[in-house]
């Protein structure tokens, strides 16, 4: 009986070892986990970067996951309705028989009160160091998860469906933190000159 040649097999394992090596330093190094990419052909990726309103910095961020997380907050998850005042250019509102051009002005911005409670809808887009509503991807995470927000009126969020969102995959998660990370900063706008997302 002929020995065995094991270099094949080792040769496997060295380099499987090494790819979960790199991978939990890609982890300690950026915070959050570095997933796979999607296959670039998936038609949600497509059809994300297909429906972006705003110009995309893709800088530094894995494209697959942008534009998964594009088509999550724009096909799915509908983010523009509470948190874009007003949600449409003005005359484009698909309620009114306009094509829904999403206003690309204040995209995501916040601002929009939900009367007659307190609450109003807080600015998701980038802060100065590229953090979505300032958040890292683990308080984001955090926040869905559990609906618990520090810098809310009270300790759980009342109009986020967060019971809904919480229930996503830490994929779907880190896709939508990651297109968030790759859209323009946008000022909130000032009190008094939103409306509720109904009227």
Request: hydrophobic content about 40%; aromatic content about 8%.
């Amino acid at each position: 009986m002929r020995p065995m040649n094991r270099a094949p097999w080792i040769a496997v394992l060295t380099a499987t070892l090494l790819t979960g090596a790199a991978l939990l330093i890609g982890v300690a190094k950026s915070g959050h986990a570095q997933l796979p990419p999607e296959p670039e052909s998936d038609s949600r990726i497509q059809q994300g970067f297909a429906i972006a309103p705003v110009h995309l910095d893709l800088t530094n961020k894995n494209r697959a996951l942008v534009g998964l997380g594009s088509y999550l907050v724009n096909a799915v998850s509908v983010c523009n309705a509470c948190h874009t005042c007003p949600s449409y250019t003005p005359g484009h509102s698909p309620f009114a028989g306009g094509d829904g051009q999403i206003n690309a002005g204040s995209y995501l911005a916040g601002g929009v009160p939900f009367l007659p409670s307190p609450f109003v809808s807080r600015n998701i887009t980038p802060d100065a160091a590229g953090k979505p509503a300032g958040l890292t991807f683990d308080e984001f995470r955090t926040l869905i998860r559990t609906g618990v927000d520090p810098e809310h009126v009270t300790p759980l969020l009342q109009i986020m469906p967060w019971p809904t969102f919480r229930k996503m995959g830490d994929r779907d998660l880190a896709a939508i933190y990651e297109y968030l990370s790759s859209i323009p900063h946008a000022d909130t706008p000032p009190p008094g000159t939103c409306f509720a997302p109904d009227e």
